[in-house]
Structure formats: structure tokens, C-alpha cells
């Protein structure tokens, strides 16, 4: 049995045709933020909170198995929070293990700082734009 805990991760960026995963996975994922704790689920919403999601969010990424590129099994973004950027983390349940936690952060700051030319100062999930500080884990 494949627990998840060995798998390769890959992050995609995230479109609104993936609209019902994105849905469907904030309402039974494990989420890691705040931010998305707070965004409110209609259920028959799914196209307006993606698109919200995507509006109040600065780098969104679908999280995908790299041995199964087309199961969308979580998403990660950043996003603003006063003078600060943030990441949020929604994932599956039976793939919420360290190891995969921590491919994805490890691809969230490697895409950070070739998308939005981050300067990564340390390993400890801190990365700094300009005046910004960007946090990449758990908000403190």
C-alpha cells in the first residue's frame, strides 16, 4: 500500500478550469492558513471562490502527483497581509505528511524566487522582496 509519504510532488500553476477540485478540496482538504480558513463556501459557488481565490492571491499552484500529473490533490499560494506575504496550504488528508509538506514549500521558494525575484534569506521559510517579508510556512 502507497501511503502518499514517498511521493514525488510537482506544482502547477492554478486555472479556473480546475474550478470543482479547487472546491471541493477547500471544503474536505487540510488547510494551513488562516486566509483560507476565513473564505467562505457557497455551495453552489465553485467558479466564484476560485475566482476570488485567485484574485486576493499572489502565485497560486495546483499540487499534483508527479507519477499522476492530472489528480489535483491540493493547492499553495501566497498572499498579502498588511506589509507581509504569506503562503497557504490546502491538501488531501491521506497526503498530509512532512516529507510531501516539505517538496512543496521547497518548490513554492524555488518558484518565488523565479517568479517574483524573491531573495531567499535562510532555509527557515523566510524569504524578503523589497520592503516585504515573505513568510513561507506557518503564520507566526
Known amino acids: 500500500m502507497n501511503n ?9 500553476k492554478l486555472t ?13 482538504g487540510l488547510l494551513s492558513s488562516d486566509f ?19 484574485w486576493l492571491s ?10 499522476q500529473p492530472k489528480k489535483v ?3 499553495t499560494l501566497f498572499y498579502k497581509s498588511g506589509k507581509s506575504y504569506y ?4 491538501l488531501l488528508p491521506e ?14 521558494l524555488e518558484l518565488a524566487k523565479f517568479c ?3 531573495e531567499i534569506v535562510n532555509k527557515r521559510r523566510f524569504i524578503f522582496s523589497g520592503k516585504y517579508k515573505m513568510h513561507i510556512g506557518p503564520e507566526e
Not at 36 to 54: G, H, M, V, Y
Open 4 to 12: 502518499g509519504n514517498s511521493k514525488a510532488i510537482l506544482l502547477k
Open 36 to 54: 483560507l480558513q476565513e473564505l467562505k463556501l457557497d455551495e453552489n459557488k465553485s467558479i466564484a471562490f476560485t475566482q476570488r481565490l485567485l
Open 95 to 108: 497526503y498530509y505528511f512532512p516529507s510531501v509538506i516539505d517538496q512543496i514549500y521547497e518548490q513554492l
Open 87 to 90: 503562503d497557504g496550504l490546502c
Open 73 to 75: 490533490i491540493g493547492y
Open 16 to 28: 479556473m478550469r480546475e474550478h470543482q477540485e479547487i472546491f471541493q478540496l477547500s471544503k474536505f
Open 116 to 118: 517574483c525575484g524573491v
Open 58 to 67: 499572489k502565485g497560486h499552484y495546483s499540487v499534483r502527483p508527479q507519477n
